[in-house]
C-alpha cells in the first residue's frame, strides 16, 4: 500500500513503519507493570483493544494527504496495544500450564502464532481482493466506462496496484479501489482484535498470575 498506492520507496516504507517498533519495544514493559497493578484479564482486555483501534485508523485515515496524518497515528497507537499485549500474554500462557508442560506451553504458544500468521495473510488476501474488485466495478459503473475501458482494466485488474494503464483516470480508479480495499482490512483487523479483547475478557480468570505452590 505505501510503495505501490502511496509512491513510497522501499527505505521509506521500511522507516515508516518504525513508531510501530518503537512503540512495541518501548510499551512492553510497561504492559508487564500494568499487568501486576490490575490483573491479566484486564490488560489482556486493554491491550487488544487500543490495537483494534490502532487498525481502525489505518484505515480511517487511509487517504490521509501525508504520512503523518495517514500511516503515523494508526502505526503508533497499533504499536502501543500491541506492547501492552504481547507480554502479558506470554507470561499468561506460560503460567496456565503445570511446570512440567512449560516446554510445550511454550511450543503451542508459538506454533498459534505462526499459523495465526498464515491465516491471517490467506484470508485477509481474500478480503481485499473481493474489497477491490467490488470498489473498482463500482467505479467503473458510476462513470459509464466503455467496452474498451473495461477490457483494458480487466487485463490490469489482477495486478492491482502494479498495474500499467495508459488512461490516468482508469489508473486512478485501480488505486482508489485499492486504497478503499486496505482500509477494509484495516476495519477487519479492528474488529478481530476487539473480538481477541472479548475473548480474553470472558476466558481469562484471576488479576494475576497463577501462583506454583511452595515446594515443601
Same mark, same amino acid.
Given at each position: ?18 513508531? !510501530?517498533?518503537?512503540? #512495541? +519495544?518501548?510499551?512492553? /514493559?510497561? $504492559? ?7 490483573? /491479566? ?12 483501534? $490502532? ?7 487511509? &487517504? ?10 494508526? #502505526?503508533?497507537?497499533? &504499536?502501543?496495544?500491541?506492547? !501492552?499485549?504481547? *507480554?502479558?500474554?506470554? *507470561? ?7 511446570? /512440567?508442560?512449560? %516446554?510445550?506451553?511454550? %511450543?503451542?504458544?508459538?506454533? +498459534? ?5 498464515? #491465516?491471517?495473510? *490467506?484470508?485477509?488476501? *481474500? @478480503? !481485499? ?19 474498451a475501458q473495461r477490457a483494458a482494466v480487466a487485463i490490469e485488474r489482477p495486478k492491482m496496484t502494479a498495474a500499467t494503464i495508459a488512461d490516468p483516470k482508469l489508473h486512478a480508479a485501480? #488505486?482508489?479501489?485499492?486504497? $478503499? ?9 479492528? +474488529? !478481530? ?13 484471576? /488479576?494475576? @498470575? ?7
Amino acid at each position: 500500500d505505501m510503495i505501490q498506492a502511496h509512491g513510497y520507496s522501499a527505505t521509506e516504507a521500511a522507516i515508516a513503519t518504525l513508531p !510501530l517498533l518503537a512503540c #512495541l +519495544v518501548a510499551f512492553a /514493559r510497561l $504492559g508487564t507493570s500494568l499487568m501486576g497493578r490490575i490483573g /491479566r484479564r484486564a490488560i489482556l482486555c486493554i491491550g487488544p483493544a487500543i490495537a483494534g483501534l $490502532g487498525c481502525a485508523l489505518l484505515g480511517l485515515f487511509e &487517504g490521509g494527504a501525508t504520512y503523518w496524518t495517514s500511516f503515523f497515528p494508526g #502505526l503508533v497507537v497499533v &504499536g502501543f496495544g500491541m506492547g !501492552l499485549t504481547v *507480554a502479558p500474554l506470554t *507470561a499468561t500462557v506460560m503460567s496456565s500450564a503445570d511446570p /512440567r508442560y512449560i %516446554g510445550s506451553a511454550s %511450543g503451542i504458544n508459538s506454533a +498459534v502464532s505462526r499459523m495465526a500468521g498464515l #491465516l491471517a495473510i *490467506a484470508g485477509l488476501g *481474500a @478480503l !481485499l481482493w473481493y474489497s477491490f474488485n467490488a470498489k473498482l466495478d463500482a467505479t467503473l459503473d458510476a462513470t459509464h466506462a466503455t467496452s474498451a475501458q473495461r477490457a483494458a482494466v480487466a487485463i490490469e485488474r489482477p495486478k492491482m496496484t502494479a498495474a500499467t494503464i495508459a488512461d490516468p483516470k482508469l489508473h486512478a480508479a485501480i #488505486l482508489s479501489a485499492y486504497r $478503499g480495499g486496505f482500509a477494509d482490512i484495516a476495519y477487519a483487523c479492528g +474488529v !478481530l482484535a476487539l473480538l481477541g479483547a472479548s475473548i480474553g475478557g470472558l476466558t481469562i480468570e484471576g /488479576r494475576g @498470575l497463577r501462583r506454583r505452590p511452595e515446594p515443601h
